[in-house]
């Protein structure tokens, strides 16, 4: 869990450095799939009985909102490209 949550945003950093739109908006992608891999062990932990469904839930709705302020982000730096 850890390791895919310092990707996220390690790679909007590293994509922050690149030269263009389009590296960026690469790297916002791959922020996205390790935020989709940190949802997988939220699931995980649920059923292995390490957090309650109430936790998981507030997380996953947290997760969402980055989710859908990460793919803003990428639309806006491939729009600005055109």
């Known amino acids: 869990m850890n390791r895919s949550a310092v990707s996220i945003s390690a790679n909007i950093a590293e994509g922050c450095s690149r030269k263009t739109a389009a590296d960026f908006a690469r790297f916002l992608e791959i922020a996205v ?5 940190l949802e ?23 997760l969402n909102i980055i989710q859908k302020r990460i793919n803003a982000l990428r ?3 491939l729009k600005t490209r055109m």
């Open 33 to 37: 799939g390790s935020s989709f891999e």
């Open 40 to 62: 997988t062990y939220f699931e995980i932990a649920l059923n292995l009985s390490f957090i309650k469904i109430s936790d998981k839930e507030n997380l996953l709705n947290e």
């Open 75 to 77: 639309e806006s730096i």
